[in-house]
């Protein structure tokens, strides 16, 4: 595994696969990893969001989640939870319909699964439902 590039942010690294950048690690495209008490995640896979790698904005704001789960006990290395009270997730909403719909109504198209995690593990499978693309932003352009 190759060796971690530290940022200058406790638990904020990179590891440089197949990369040649030994600058700034924000000027390479390689993606940021957090870590703290043994725990270490990919943030972006961890928050399923996109998180730049040319700047370690996003990334820290990640991390800081990812301390926060720990410190509360909360944290999941598979992925992001929602603090309890929050708006339910897209990724969770996908689980519930699967298991309460999809198999009740006997779907049982093979593709259906494999469809619905590109969905759940994806960009969008953190998004709360009350702020997924379903009610989209007004933009300039029309
Ligand atoms: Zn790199």
Redesign the pocket.
Same mark, same amino acid.
């Given at each position: 595994m190759p060796k971690r =590039?530290s940022s200058g942010t406790k638990g904020l690294f990179?590891r440089?696969?197949g990369?040649t950048?030994r600058g700034p690690?924000t000027s390479? =495209?390689?993606a940021w990893y957090g870590s703290i008490a043994a725990r270490e995640v990919t943030l972006s896979k961890w928050a399923r969001c996109t998180v730049d790698p040319h700047t370690k904005t996003v990334a820290i704001k990640v991390l800081t989640r990812v301390v926060a789960a720990v410190d509360d006990g909360t944290f999941d290395a598979a992925g992001e939870r929602p603090p309890l009270g929050t708006a339910e997730t897209l990724s969770h909403f996908i689980t519930e319909w699967q298991v309460h719909y999809a198999e009740v109504q006997g779907l049982t198209q093979n593709s259906l699964a494999a469809m619905l995690d590109v969905l759940a593990t994806g960009a969008l499978g953190g998004h709360s439902l009350s702020t997924s693309p379903a009610t989209p932003k007004k933009s300039n352009g029309g």
């Open positions: =590039a990179k440089h696969r990369c950048n690690l390479c =495209a390689c």
